[in-house]
């Protein structure tokens, strides 16, 4: 990753966060160290449930999507890590920089993963989404 002075860096995330809640105003978000941390709903009235999220991002690390609410069980099946965290994308089709805009990738990557979980949970439990193989690519995840 390019090196990025601490001025930079807030700046970078402050505009994270000013297109984050312009397109999603759902998702509040908020700078917290060196990490931008957005907590909101999402529902559907085709949902059977409203989702609540927390999204995670720090420069040069790969963005972390959680889901808070309903309680769901973490499951390679469903494209769940163990900590509840969501994975969304492949890491080599998209590799991660400080220009990777969160309000037209991320934030759209998660609202697909709730819609497949929902059909997930309608189907008998087959998973429609994209598939990518899990555990063959070193991602920089936060901690």
């Known amino acids: 990753m390019q090196m990025i002075s601490k001025e930079h ?3 970078l995330l402050a505009l994270q966060k000013f297109m984050i809640e312009q397109h999603y105003p759902n998702l509040r978000c908020g700078i917290v160290g060196r990490r931008l941390i957005g907590l909101g709903e999402f529902k559907s009235s085709k949902w059977r449930h409203t989702y609540k999220v927390k999204l995670e991002y720090g ?3 790969e963005p972390k999507c959680t889901i808070l609410a309903p309680e769901v069980i973490p499951s390679p099946d469903i494209h769940m890590y163990q900590d509840r965290s969501l994975c969304l994308y492949y890491p080599l089709d998209l590799p ?6 969160l309000a037209f ?4 990557w998660l609202i697909k993963w709730i819609l497949f ?3 997930w949970l309608l189907n008998g439990k ?3 989404g994209p ?3 899990h555990g ?3 991602v920089n995840r936060l901690p």
């Open 117 to 119: 979980y929902e059909i």
């Open 9 to 11: 860096e807030h700046t």
């Open 136 to 138: 063959t690519v070193a």
């Open 59 to 61: 420069l040069g690390f």
């Open 126 to 128: 087959v998973w429609i």
């Open 96 to 101: 991660i920089t400080f220009r990777m805009n």
């Open 131 to 133: 598939e990518a193989p």
């Open 105 to 108: 990738h991320t934030v759209p």
